[in-house]
């Protein structure tokens, strides 16, 4: 086993107004020993693969369209190369180390990646005929072995692979990244699977006593179980008796596992292209499914195309150190009005480009009109906004949302209690999922009052003494599950005065999903005592662990149908349901020089509210009240002459000594497990809107219009709603 030491300090923000106050340094703590902390801190499930900025800046040095050319039907010629060029579709694809167009792509500067470069059906399970679709599906919930084992044969066979790929393209000045494979999985996408990835035991066996200290480490006896082994105990269990550890340690094993196993093939590309950074494309949601723990991914790899579904694209700018690591999204035309509003919204998340579906985009030879809408939008991201964000740094507002990868682990036990023994057919987690959709309604009302976040893991909380120095609030949500030693963590960081919200039953269980018998990990932060006693008849609608009936309302039209209907929750005046009924809600107590706040209300209701309009979205003042109380507050505040504008966003990114102000629509996205991340009822028109700074700000320049503003706190722009103002200005 490789040891690494403990990575450097991060570099506090500058003292300015648009970072914020940061809280006085963490004290490294005083425990003793744990076996936890010593994996977290050290183990090779947590070494970074190559991350450095100026490397992969060479590769990747702006942002880049990239066409997949499904129905590329124009051919490759001289107009198709004039076409690209008038219409900022200035990258390209090569799939499977095929040159055939590499002289085209060259001649036309087209920076491009390789997609599959280590084939395809190992670390995506391919379903060639009908009757492999069959045997997949059959083993899928299974506790066998995955069906193309991910040992040291298979992973020879793909270094062949990835070899073989790479000599054919390595000479080319124009290629930008690899990616390994499309859509990659444990098992299929992100729905139930609970097999073993390799045949040997001996491995799992050794991670054990690692995790758990060579003392302690539960006998394993070679049994690998399956959801049936627990979920009928759901009913019966108590808080304390909850047991799902043998579970959940084979989940998070096999993403340790999967994650190494990814990062061994990266290594292995930058070890034959040493110019080149690697990663895959077809990203999912986070999930206790399909190896989806962002906090172990994202040092595993160095570079990502990923759905934006589940948080993902926020996650994932939040682990992206330095936002080094070129990220991408795919891109489906639905209309002009979403293709503009995508291109501009997630560059103003840090997106470095999109590959594009190329599907009817053409009548035979003929591009369709639509292109040339476009084509100003993507040619002036390319050619010089993204240039004037490179290197640069997210600007948060000193707010962390903790990301709990064993508490996602917990929520899909719960959640998928209510399916009973069709469990083995729930898809659709990030639109069903209670980690989901409770991260999601948490990140919307923060936006939707202006406010920016990061996300924070649990990885980093232990590893780093300095994890939270940056922020001066925390929120927990759906955090069931905490170590000791992040509860130790998170207490330190409200003694020194900073201020932790959790919506419902946080810290409940430890990190491998058993019940704690004294109570929740934060009980004594929070003043309150969260009965090892309590059964599902005390939460929610008293039938379910959970919020939702996901099983009745599987294929829910609505946020209203979802949580509405076959669910029978109290509800706060403000509609938001609670959660433990015999305990208060908003629950507050003072704690050292910090705060500790309990809601025992859960925030999924918002996504409703906020669909009903800017007024009845409001009433999330009840959980946003808390974040002023600590000196936050909106760094920028829009007006315009209506009063009734809503869904919009404003991000910032910061360089030397001067800051970017994106101001985009920020409308509910859609997307699937085979891509997307479109806006939905999109409000396109063109206003006039007053930007108020909370301090004045300098050499304000319209950098889209090329126009200096001057000095002062307000500015008023015109803005076409599909598209972003672009701002920047000296501190």
Known sequence: MIRISIPPHKIIGLLC???????????????AKDAYVDYLRNSED???????????????????????????????????????????????????????????????????????????GSLYLRKKSPADKQRLKKALPSNGVRPVPLNSDTLQQLKQQIRHNIEQVQHSPMR??????????????????????????????????????????????????????????????????????????????????????????????????????????????????GGYDYARLMRKIQFIEAYNIGSSQAI??????????????????????????????????GNRGQIGWV??????????????????????IAEKISPLQAGSEWVHDGIAIYYSHPSIQMSWILDAEAH??????????????????????????????????????????????????????????????LSDAEAHRIREFAKRGGTVIADFLPGVFDQHGRGRPQGGALDDLFAVQQSPSLKAKDVFSQRLWVESDQDANFSYSSYRDLLSKHNDNLRHPFGFAKAVRDLPTNQQNEFGEGRGILMNLSPQWYHVLRSQGKQAASTRSLFIQHLSKQGIQPKVKLHSADGTLFYHEITYWKKGGRTM???????????????????????????????????????????????????????????????????????
């Not at 690899?178 to 991670?207: K, N």
């Open 17 to 31: 107004f648009l970072c914020p106050p940061t809280l006085p340094a963490a004290e490294p703590p005083t425990q």
């Open 46 to 120: 947590f070494r970074r693969v190559n991350q450095d900025h100026a490397w992969i800046q060479k590769s990747w040095p702006s942002w880049t369209y990239m066409p997949w050319y499904y129905q590329w039907t124009i051919g490759y010629d001289a107009n198709a190369g004039e076409f690209c060029k008038q219409t900022g579709y200035n990258g390209a694809l090569i799939n499977h180390g095929d040159t055939a167009q590499l002289d085209w792509i060259e001649a036309n500067h087209l920076r491009f990646y390789m997609d599959h470069t280590a084939g395809k």
């Open 176 to 289: 930008a990244a690899y990616a390994l494979d499309d859509e990659i999985s444990t098992g299929s996408f992100v729905r139930p699977c609970m097999w073993r990835l390799i045949e040997d035991h001996t491995p799992y066996q050794t991670w054990l006593k690692e995790i758990y200290g060579a003392e302690n480490a539960p006998d394993y006896d070679g049994s690998w179980i399956t959801y049936n082994d627990l979920r009928k105990n759901l009913a019966t269990w108590s808080l304390g008796e909850f047991d799902c550890a043998q579970l959940m340690d084979q989940w998070t094993y096999n993403d340790a596992y999967w994650a190494n196993y990814l990062g061994q093939l990266v290594e292995y590309s930058n070890s034959i292209d040493p110019a080149t950074p690697c990663g895959f494309v077809g990203g999912q949601s986070p999930n206790a499914m």
């Open 316 to 349: 994932i700018r939040s682990f992206n150190p330095h936002n080094a690591l070129p990220t991408v999204t795919t891109h489906f035309h639905r209309s002009i009005n979403d293709s503009i509003w995508q291109a501009w919204y997630y560059l103003a998340q």
């Open 359 to 380: 599907e009817n985009w053409f009548d035979g030879k003929k591009p369709k009109a639509w292109h040339q809408a476009l084509a100003p939008h993507y040619r002036e």
């Open 420 to 481: 009973g023994s069709t469990w083995a057919n729930r898809n659709g987690d990030h639109r069903l999922g209670t980690s989901h959709l409770v991260r999601k309604a948490w990140e919307n009302m923060l936006r939707d009052s202006g406010l920016q976040f990061n996300h924070v893991n649990y990885i980093d909380l232990v590893q780093d003494d300095h994890a939270l120095d940056d922020f001066k609030v925390l929120i927990l949500p759906a955090t069931y599950c």
């Open 661 to 731: 102000l994106f101001l985009i629509m920020n409308p509910e996205i859609t997307g699937s497990s085979v891509g997307g991340g479109n806006s939905q009822n999109l409000k396109s028109h063109s206003i006039r809107i007053t930007l108020e700074f909370h301090q004045t700000v300098k050499q304000v320049c319209n950098e889209r219009r090329d126009k200096m503003l001057g000095d002062g706190k307000q500015f008023t722009l015109d803005w076409n709603t599909n598209e972003a103002i672009v701002l920047s200005f000296s501190e």
